[in-house]
């Protein structure tokens, strides 16, 4: 008999407006923000957008909704609770996971407690959120990473630390054991050479080699706002390592296409697991959402990380 289980991955939603500026939480890294959402950001990254395409996912009957960070843009206070106010208005935290993304911690402000606002949909409470951590969702383990730290102005870079890499390898390892479809989610591109080095995963290679241990079914993240596929060799088999577009962009600009996301359906059977992913969004500005693409997630690999 086989299971089928349907995973709809959203990302780099930055949603708006912008608002909540007051005096301490000015810096020079939030200045800077600031002014390139009012010259860019904000006519490219639409609520009504992003909106649309998780209405698309509810119709469809998805048995899960990941997000792999970016909900907001400069880290203030009014933008975690504007965030946590929109994910309540999707659905409750059992039904939809999140892990930040580097505008979620963008810079630090006091004792605030910033993402820990959105603790139940990393399936924990605030007090007790610790990354990485496991949530089981039907077949599916979710292996929910931060890869996201405050850095200096002109820098997006991420870091996981050799703990949390260790800690992800041990899971990874106990889910396999435990039979579960592995799907790690994190912000920046896991892999090296996947975007530029001020926007990179300092430690990459580090956490290329305990996914080249350890194995995974499928890896999602996102922050290039660009949807890509490449295949990490690993012990237990070839890794598929997807990126996400921006589920917001309501304008194309350059390499970065119209909002859409990655409906992911995992085949589980006594021969193992297939995936097929289908990607949905936009095709033209203002018209529906409709089906980009549709493959199995098998056979040739043209991007092979080795």
Not at 281 to 292: A, E
Request: with cysteine; proline share 7%; glycine share 10%.
């Amino acid at each position: 008999m086989t299971q089928t289980f349907t995973l709809a991955h959203f990302s780099d939603v930055h949603l708006s407006p912008l608002t909540g500026f007051t005096p301490r939480t000015w810096n020079a890294k939030r200045g800077l923000g600031f002014f390139n959402w009012q010259r860019k950001r904000r006519f490219v990254h639409q609520r009504s957008v992003v909106d649309s395409l998780i209405a698309d996912a509810l119709s469809l009957n998805v048995d899960h909704i990941a997000i792999t960070g970016d909900l907001i843009n400069l880290g203030l206070p009014s933008e975690y609770n504007g965030a946590l106010a929109w994910l309540n208005s999707i659905a409750s935290p059992k039904d939809v996971t999140i892990v930040p993304g580097n505008h979620d911690i963008y810079s630090t402000i006091g004792s605030d407690i910033g993402v820990m606002r959105w603790a139940p949909y990393m399936g924990a409470e605030p007090e007790s959120l610790a990354f990485p951590f496991v949530r089981h969702v039907g077949p599916v383990a979710l292996i929910g990473l931060n890869s996201a730290v405050p850095t200096r102005p002109f820098f997006a870079s991420g870091r996981l630390g050799a703990e949390q890499i260790e800690v992800a390898r041990e899971l990874l390892e106990k889910m396999k054991a435990e039979g579960a479809i592995r799907v790690v989610l994190i912000h920046h591109p896991p892999l090296p050479g996947l975007t530029p080095t001020r926007r990179a995963l300092t430690d990459a290679h580090h956490f290329k080699r305990a996914l080249e241990r350890a194995g995974a079914e499928l890896v999602l993240y996102g922050h290039n706002h660009a949807p890509r596929i490449d295949w990490l060799a690993a012990e237990g088999g070839a890794i598929p390592v997807i990126c996400a577009g921006s589920a917001s962009a309501g304008v194309a600009r350059g390499p970065e296409p119209l909002a859409c996301y990655g409906l992911y359906t995992f085949f589980k059977s006594d021969a193992g697991v297939r995936i097929r992913r289908t990607l949905r969004g936009f095709s033209s500005m203002g018209g529906p959402v409709v089906k980009i693409s549709e493959e199995m997630l098998e056979g040739n690999h043209e991007n092979v990380a080795n």
